[in-house]
């Protein structure tokens, strides 16, 4: 099973900028849908994007024009660029893989919410202070 971990982040001000990065333990090719998600302390983790292999993107409407989930499959990693950052975007922020042919966000998110997609990476928290 693939084995995924986070990193970059960290405290921003409001309106700022960070790049997470997640690191795959294998080859990120065809088979996986790759997403982001995020969970707040007391709320529900939300899926965030989704990218294919092919480069299809979907996102979440409340980060669209935001950010920015990008692959490089050469060296196993999967990015998300997040702009114009507010103080409620204050999470937990975390990759995750599926197998799942259906490579959007509503897949992706349902599978979530019942914990059912195949690999979660452990997390990386981001802050946004005003």
């Known amino acids: 099973q693939v084995q995924l971990v986070e990193s970059g982040g960290g405290s921003v001000q409001v309106g700022g900028s960070l790049r997470l990065s997640c690191a795959a333990s294998?080859?990120?090719?065809?088979?996986?849908?790759l997403s982001w998600f995020r969970q707040a302390v007391g709320k529900a983790r939300e899926g965030l994007a989704t990218?294919?292999?092919?480069?299809?993107?979907t996102y979440r409407d409340a980060v669209k024009g935001r950010f920015i989930i990008s692959q490089d499959s050469s060296k196993n990693l999967l990015y998300l660029q997040m702009n114009s950052l507010e103080p409620e975007e204050t999470a937990m922020y975390y990759c995750?893989?599926?197998?799942?042919?259906?490579?959007?966000?509503?897949?992706?998110?349902?599978?979530?919410?019942?914990?059912?997609?195949?690999?979660w990476g452990q997390g990386t928290q981001v802050t946004v202070s005003s």
């Open positions: 294998e080859y990120l090719g065809s088979r996986w849908c």
């Open positions: 995750a893989a599926d197998s799942t042919a259906y490579c959007d966000l509503t897949t992706v998110q349902a599978l979530g919410a019942q914990s059912a997609l195949d690999a």
């Open positions: 990218i294919d292999f092919d480069g299809r993107q």
